[in-house]
């Protein structure tokens, strides 16, 4: 659960990281809705992870719940959910697996995978990046500006 | 091969054949049900097939409460909503849906609002997160042989206050009873025959090749595909053979069920943009679309494509085709289906046949991005390639 926990953290911070420097995530960002909220969770007791839209940039709430999310994604236990969170397993194969439920706008869960998928290519070492995504895509910066960007920014 | 880990469901009890619509009373029975509200539309009564259904009932203990008619083309909230207002007005107990896509779409749309007792489907729109909280008996008369929601855990219903197409999928939608009599197709012309048997087509093959495919979706992707080539052909000829028309029926249903364990992938997602963006047929789309997703995917799913020659083309191609040519020579089977149905009954073979402006498609690429079903597909695909793809099938 704390492993859990802390890629959630990585997730959240490096999503917001990613968005600044990625143009293609900034585009899919500017595509939500304003004030849009997406929380990820691990049922059933957690950890919990929030991003929200904010003044059109996407920023990371840390683990409380949202009231009303715009777009919730709940893997069904913890079982499920570390061969996602450790790159083992790719998010495509784990929903095609119905390791998670999604509630809300399927086209905006769309558009939060593509995120995942990029930010993925920043956060995991190509050898993972080739077995999880489909079509590893191109990095527009590198990788070490993500991560600074995720611990310090 | 077998996945490492897959779910499956198909819970749906199928009655099949010659006066089987006579067997409807007895299912409501068998689900303790007696007052179902019947949903439908104008063009299906006003042609007497309801009246066919409800003749059924005749010296039965169980009434209709209402039958509604009012289910236009695309299915809408409004329309499940005024449902949900006779269903409880008239005290209703079941749902009897008797129709296509749509109409099956709303009676899946009003077993949620009856069942989670809620007046805004909004709040149950996803996958899998509905939950059984009581049980709604619920049969469907399939009258189209192509959608396959008979069952399928899908629903898909518009809002357009909101401008969306809302979309909820879980095993809980999925029906008790559906109920396959050929008198139910009969009356469908050849064009639409073609287009629907498209689709069910379509279904099998996306559901063979797909991510979530597992041994069980195979086989009844593999069954379906089957019965279309033997079947379709009669079907679109000669409307009034009802050996062709139930086996179209079935094909559906079995597709239906391969898709819904197994999914759609690329043609669905460009084939729902051609219909939000150009209103082109679901059915027309996936006839075009086909061949030419198959050829994209095909350095990843070739060796799939060409275990389903057998069935589409028949045992002897099969055998004279060399191993490598016949996952392409699956996808040049379908495209002279289609170009056998353009001569037949005008079925179109390219989207500028079908009506899409040049200037649509890159509206109709950006909307196919965001459809569920890309994540499905095997290989990725970005707004370019599905540009690529839709530049060829202009």
Known sequence: MAAARLVFWFLGRGVQAAAKHDSRIRQEVAEWSPDCSIMLKINPRGPVMTVHKLAGEIKYMGSSPPQDPELAIYFKNIEGAIPVLTGQKGLAQAYAEHRFTLKGDIGLGMSVVRCMYLLETYLFPKFITRKILKRVPQKEVSSLKIYLATLFG | ?394
């Open chain 2, 1 to 394: 091969m077998i996945p490492d880990y897959y779910e499956f469901q198909n819970s749906v009890k199928i009655l099949s054949g010659k006066n089987a619509l006579e067997n409807i009373p007895f299912e409501l029975y068998n689900l303790q049900a007696s007052r179902p509200i019947v949903l439908t539309n104008e063009m299906l009564e006003k042609i007497g097939l309801v009246q066919t259904v409800i003749k059924s009932f005749a010296e039965q203990e169980i009434s209709i409460g209402a039958v509604y008619t009012d289910i236009p083309a695309d299915s809408s909230v409004e329309v499940v909503n005024e449902a949900a207002r006779v269903f409880r007005e008239q005290n209703c107990d079941s749902i009897i849906a008797i129709g296509g896509g749509s109409v099956i779409d709303t009676a899946k749309g009003l077993s949620i609002v009856i069942t989670q007792d809620t007046d805004d489907i909004m709040k149950y729109m996803g996958s899998e997160i509905i939950t059984r909280k009581k049980h709604l008996p619920f049969i469907v008369v399939p009258t189209t042989a192509g959608t396959g929601s008979e069952t399928t855990l899908v629903a898909v219903i518009a809002n357009p206050k909101r401008k969306v197409k809302m979309e909820f999928l879980s095993y809980n939608l999925l029906p008790d009873v559906a109920v396959l009599d050929p008198r139910m197709t009969t009356t469908l012309p050849p064009r639409l025959t073609a287009s629907t048997g498209m689709d069910a087509l379509s279904h099998a093959v996306e559901g063979y090749t797909c991510l979530q495919k597992n041994p069980l979706s195979d086989a009844y992707a593999f069954a379906a595909i089957n019965l279309i080539r033997e079947y379709l052909d009669r079907a679109v000829e000669n409307g009034k053979d009802e050996k062709a028309r139930l086996a179209m029926a079935n094909a559906s249903m079995l597709a239906g069920a391969a898709f819904s364990n197994s999914m759609v992938g690329l043609v669905h997602a460009i084939g729902h943009a051609c219909g939000g963006v150009s209103q082109v047929p679901h059915g027309d789309a996936m006839g075009i679309l086909l061949p030419w997703c198959m050829e994209y995917n095909m350095d990843k799913l070739g060796e799939l494509y060409a275990q389903l020659l057998l069935p589409l083309a028949g045992a002897d191609v099969y055998a004279a085709t060399p191993a490598e040519n016949r996952g392409q020579k699956a996808a040049d089977t379908i495209r002279q289906m289609t170009a056998k149905f353009n001569k037949i009954c005008g079925l179109p073979v390219n989207l500028q046949q079908a009506g899409v402006k040049k200037e649509d498609l890159a509206r109709i690429a950006k909307t196919a991005l965001n459809d569920g079903a890309v994540i499905i597909n095997p290989k990725e695909s970005e707004y370019e390639d599905i540009l690529a793809i839709l530049n060829k099938a202009y």
